[in-house]
């Protein structure tokens, strides 16, 4: 049997990581000089609070190739097959690890590259544990996730620039100009890459722009969607509610996004997997 694991970078809320069987190795961040494993020493909300009060932006690790063989290695000694589902190796060299360690343990393990963050990434990882618990194939699996990895769109809004700022992708002066006229940006993912989407002046066009994406997505057919947030459950919400309008039997799954995603997103930021 199939069994998946993930990094828990996917943002896909605990309860249904346990309730479909996904196991997953922890992520490492670093907040003023002091380091957590994500949702093991360290909930979302509590990062998001030490991320607001930090003067500088926090740091995030891949798991080691020694943790990611360990699991490996306990799947294996029941029989079963493990097929890991990572976040984008453009993003952090999970992928990487994650190869080593299936080297490390034998090579049975599978290593898939999400080419994805947060949600993006969690949408691909429960299609493949649904279809591992009704008994599937790592082949039919993988050829379900990788037409999900083609088809998801991946919207990054950012309600704010501090953490770009803190990065130094945007100097100060940018910055304030950009609050100054309230400028506001979306992000997208393309092949793995966060890029530029669209910058928008004013709260109502930002907002009108993602409800054009989710207009765009409901023709396409699509019944999975996914929502994660740093400390905006409201917005969440509403763009859930916009989905569900539109497609009344779509599953949307609504989460908070936690660290290893949330230092780039920043406080009020939120992620769309369409």
């Given at each position: 049997m199939v069994k998946v694991v993930t990094d828990s970078s996917c943002d896909l809320p605990l309860e249904l990581i346990?309730?479909?069987?996904?196991?997953?190795?922890?992520?490492?961040?670093?907040?003023?000089?002091?380091?957590y494993k994500e949702d093991i020493d360290i909930t979302p909300r509590e990062f998001w609070k030490l991320m607001s009060e930090s003067k500088t932006l926090p740091k995030t690790s891949q798991p080691s190739p020694g943790e990611f063989a360990d699991i490996f290695n306990s799947i294996q000694s029941e029989?079963?097959?493990?097929?890991?589902?990572?976040?984008?190796?453009?993003?952090?060299?999970?992928?990487?690890?994650?190869?080593i360690g299936a080297q490390l343990s034998g090579n049975r393990a599978v290593v898939?590259?999400?080419?994805?963050?947060?949600?993006?990434?969690?949408?691909?990882?429960?299609?493949?544990?649904?279809?591992?618990?009704?008994?599937?194939?790592?082949?039919?699996?993988?050829?379900?996730?990788?037409e999900c990895r083609k088809n998801v769109r991946i919207i990054i809004p950012l309600l704010t620039l501090e953490n770009i700022i803190k990065g130094g992708r945007l100097s100060k002066f940018q910055g304030g100009l950009a609050?100054?006229?309230?400028?506001?940006?979306?992000?997208?993912?393309?092949?793995?890459?966060?890029?530029?989407?669209?910058?928008?002046?004013?709260?109502?066009?930002?907002?009108?722009a993602i409800i054009d994406l989710i207009d765009e997505a409901s023709r396409e057919g699509k019944k999975l969607f996914g929502i994660t947030h740093v400390d905006n459950p409201k917005d969440a919400g509403y763009f859930a509610d916009e989905i569900k309008k539109r497609i009344p039997e779509a599953e949307v799954i609504v989460g908070t996004m936690g660290p290893t995603i949330a230092t780039y997103a920043g406080i009020g930021g939120l992620i769309l997997a369409l």
């Open positions: 346990e309730s479909n069987g996904i196991t997953f190795v922890p992520m490492n961040v670093v907040v003023d000089g002091r380091s029989g079963n097959t493990p097929l890991c589902i990572t976040i984008s190796s453009k993003l952090s060299g999970t992928y990487q690890s994650a190869q898939f590259d999400s080419l994805a963050g947060s949600l993006s990434h969690g949408i691909q990882v429960i299609t493949a544990s649904r279809m591992a618990l009704q008994g599937k194939s790592v082949d039919e699996i993988l050829h379900t996730i990788e609050n100054i006229l309230n400028i506001r940006i979306i992000l997208h993912g393309v092949e793995g890459e966060v890029k530029l989407y669209k910058k928008l002046r004013g709260s109502n066009r930002f907002r009108q």
